[in-house]
């Protein structure tokens, strides 16, 4: 109970990151992350550097592969369930060429799964684990 709220108060502070440990591709096995993955959330605005595993529809000419985007979302929605002491974020956010919707589910203890899709790409799911903004 302790930790749920601990978790609340961070998430709906908006000043939270959140690590990738594993990358699901849809159909694809779990790929376990050895660099540095992240979604960051500081003060309504999101900036995301992940990795993609899976089909794109539609490639960009020089793009990296990566999905990566900076700005402030739409319908940014936050839930918590105290029945299942999760908490989720949702919200979709625009880029020059694509437009995601994220959503993520984390639990008491940090731990959660943030599922994006993509109108250019297969959906795609990454398993991590939420902390504090720490000072670069």
């Known amino acids: ?8 108060v961070l998430i709906e502070s908006g000043n939270y990151v959140y690590q990738v440990q594993s990358v699901n591709p849809t159909g694809g096995r779990t790929i376990h992350t050895t660099s540095m993955y992240t979604m960051k959330a500081t003060d309504g605005t999101f900036d995301a550097y992940l990795p993609f595993f899976g089909r794109a529809y539609q490639a960009d000419y020089g793009g990296d592969g990566g999905i990566k985007f900076n700005g402030e979302p739409e319908n940014l929605e936050i839930q918590k369930d105290a029945r299942k002491y999760t908490i989720s974020v949702s919200f979709t956010i625009k880029e020059p060429n694509d437009r995601f919707s994220v959503n993520l ?9 943030l599922n994006i899709t993509s109108q250019k790409r297969q959906a795609i799911s990454y398993y991590g684990l939420i902390s504090e903004v720490t000072g670069e």
Do not use: L
């Open 1 to 8: 109970m302790e930790d749920f709220e601990r978790t609340s």
């Open 105 to 113: 589910v984390v639990g008491s203890n940090g731990y959660g799964t």
